[in-house]
């Protein structure tokens, strides 16, 4: 492959996996994958939390990609392109570390961005940690961020359906 096109390659499975995470995170972290994920929505003084196990299944999608284009492993069958996936799909986990778990939840470090898409993201994903349970929500990505207005609003709606219970705080 060319170095171009492997670039592209491993940009393209970056932007994939946002729409992976997202997917994810709507239909399996808040569906059947709950018992997962609900320690991360509870307020909780240990260092790690059930909700990392998904960290491990991102590991697990990037290696078998790095096995499937490796030759050493494959021989002849190797796939290239597969290597390249499994790269993008490391990157990601990387982002996703840095972002969600860093500046969202301040597990590595404390920083709190006052303007820009920091900013946004930030309070993007408070918005999705405003429902009690795994019913509604909004800002189910980890790195786009839409308009926390439009969200608030959204929540809002979700609340007056019955469909998703707000905490007190944002009830107004």
Not at 8 to 23: C, G, I, N, Q, S
Not at 32 to 48: C, I, Q, T
Not at 80 to 107: A, C, K, M, S
Not at 142 to 171: I, N
Request: hydrophobic fraction near 50%; charge should be positive.
């Amino acid at each position: 492959m060319s170095t171009l096109a492997i670039i592209a390659l491993v940009l393209a499975t970056v932007v994939a996996m946002e729409l992976v995470a997202w997917a994810s995170h709507k239909y399996v972290m808040h569906g059947f994958g709950w018992a997962w994920h609900r320690d991360h929505h509870e307020p909780h003084d240990n260092l790690l939390e059930r909700n990392d196990l998904f960290a491990i299944v991102g590991a697990a999608m990037s290696i078998a990609m790095f096995a499937i284009g490796s030759p050493m492993i494959l021989g002849e069958s190797a796939w290239e392109p597969g290597t390249w996936i499994g790269l993008g799909i490391l990157f990601y986990g990387i982002i996703y570390t840095l972002v969600h778990d860093g500046l969202v939840h301040q597990r590595y470090f404390r920083w709190v961005p006052r303007r820009g898409y920091a900013k946004r993201l930030v309070q993007a994903h408070k918005l999705h940690h405003a429902t009690i349970g795994k019913e509604g929500g909004v800002s189910f990505g980890f790195v786009f961020a839409r308009d926390p207005a439009k969200l608030k609003v959204e929540l809002k709606a979700q609340r007056e359906a019955g469909v998703a219970v707000v905490r007190d705080a944002l009830v107004d």
